[in-house]
């Protein structure tokens, strides 16, 4: 089993639709990104958690740390949007990856 | 500041040979990652230099080596390449007091053919 599982893996919506992709660690740890990635590859980092929730613009994160969960939601989805989300945890002084979220936001 | 930088952007190597990537991190950043990501195994952590030193070590042969210089830039090397190294590299600095906030490099994209 993996340390941090992202679910769904792929995610098809339309323009406006709220978005939501859940991440599960079965790690300790002491901050949970969120990062996004283009086609292109380059990785750009969203939220980092250790507790709470963060929003950006409409971005919205979220962590439940007993639970060992958390979630990233888009509200108003935008073609724009469109990318691979990732959650990763820092643990053990590195960050285990999940295997990320592949979005399409259709016009 | 510029952003962590990566050359090359993109390499083709053949089976056997061996290749050098470098990064250059953030100025003021002492700490650099290296990660490797292929569909198969996503992303997954390769290890971590601090001041000249292999601080962390993620579970990869010892074909995967690096180093790190007193200007805190730091290279990557895999000898005897295999088709399965074929990956996008990506490299991270951090400051020393926020090692688990991140700031990625775009990449070297690796095709070993």
């Known amino acids: 089993k993996n340390e941090v599982e992202q679910s769904p893996q792929n995610l098809t919506a339309q323009e406006g639709e709220f978005i939501t992709i859940n991440c599960s660690y079965s790690?300790?740890?002491?901050?949970l990104h969120w990062l996004q990635q283009h086609p292109g590859g380059g990785i750009v980092s969203l939220f980092m958690?250790?507790?709470?929730?963060k929003k950006h613009g409409r971005l919205i994160a979220t962590i439940n740390i007993q639970e060992k969960h958390s979630s990233l939601h888009i509200t108003a989805s935008h073609p724009r949007d469109s990318a691979v989300y990732i959650c990763?945890?820092?643990?053990?002084?590195?960050?285990?990856w999940g295997a990320g979220t592949k979005l399409i936001i259709k016009p | 500041k510029a952003g962590v930088t990566q050359t090359p952007r993109y390499l083709i190597k053949t089976r056997g040979q061996q290749v050098t990537l470098s990064c250059s991190p953030i100025?003021?950043?002492?700490?650099v990652s290296w990660y490797q990501q292929t569909p198969g195994q996503g992303l997954q952590f390769l290890f971590e230099?601090?001041?000249?030193?292999?601080?962390n070590k993620g579970n990869f042969p010892g074909r995967f080596s690096g180093r790190q210089f007193s200007n805190s830039r730091s290279e990557m090397n895999v000898s005897t390449l295999e088709l399965g190294d074929s990956a996008l590299y990506l490299c991270?600095?951090?400051?020393?007091?926020?090692?688990?906030?991140?700031?990625f490099g775009p990449g070297t994209r690796l095709l070993v053919l």
């Open positions: 790690v300790g740890i002491s901050a």
């Open positions: 230099y601090f001041s000249e030193t292999q601080r």
């Open positions: 100025s003021g950043h002492r700490s």
């Open positions: 990763a945890v820092w643990s053990n002084y590195q960050l285990i």
């Open positions: 958690l250790s507790s709470g929730k």
């Open positions: 991270a600095s951090s400051f020393e007091g926020r090692r688990e906030t991140q700031y």
